[in-house]
């Protein structure tokens, strides 16, 4: 269980986030919503590593994780799948997979077979470039990079931004496996209101910063979700 408790992140004089409270629980997919530039992106970094924090707290399973560092993220348990991918273009398939064995035991280097299961197109295009693959292809290959990592918490921002609609329902069908499966909790952060709508069991809606409504899905009514994260 990932808990965040209090949240506050500063860009040099600007404060972004104000006090953020979060849950995220194994095999649930926690959504956090609302329009740009209200500091999802910027409280996804946060968990994972990638821009220090003013103030608050983010425990996993209990265990207080201080300041972290991205590296310590990532030993932790915490895969974050960034917006924009940043796959390794000159590299191919396989090697960008490859870069996940960093935080592992030199023991458990390799790709699982679950990972080829869950992206076959990936199998098929192993050997080439992370450059060559399309949009969609590229987003497969980022979630997948970050599940060889095996992670506990699995942070993902804009997962269907730019990408065709087939596989906009693949992506769905994974992240719904992975969910089911009950091993991971998942942080999504999406625009994409029906997508996340039909796929989330918690919402968290951001305004300026602080979370301005947050329940399970059942409690909240879609309407009043819908008004709190458009423009």
Known sequence: ???????????????????????????????????????????????????????GTIELDGKTLDHLSAKEAARAGIAYVPQGRE????????????????????????????????????????????GDLSGGQQQQLAIARALITRPRVLL??????????????????????????????????EQYFDFTWGLADRFVAVTRGAVSLQGRAGEIDRETLLAQVSI
């Not at 959504?31 to 999802?40: F, R």
């Not at 996804?44 to 821009?51: P, Q, V």
């Not at 990972?115 to 192993?126: C, D």
């Open 156 to 189: 993902l921002d804009e997962p269907t931004e730019g990408i065709q609609p087939n596989i906009i329902q693949d992506i769905g069908r994974v992240i719904a496996r992975l969910r089911d499966e009950g091993e991971m909790a998942i942080v999504l952060v």
């Open 1 to 55: 269980m990932l808990t965040v408790k209090g949240l506050t992140l500063h860009y040099r004089q600007s404060q972004i986030l104000h006090g953020i409270d979060l849950l995220a629980e194994a095999g649930r997919v926690t959504a956090v919503m609302g329009t740009n530039g209200v500091g999802k992106t910027s409280l996804l970094k946060a968990i994972a590593g990638r821009h220090p924090y003013s103030g």
């Open 87 to 130: 796959v390794f273009p000159l590299m191919t398939v396989q090697e960008n997979l490859e870069t996940g064995f960093a935080c592992l035991p030199r023991g458990t280097h390799g790709v699982p077979d679950h990972i080829w299961e869950l992206f076959p197109v990936l199998r098929e295009m192993r050997g080439r470039r992370g």
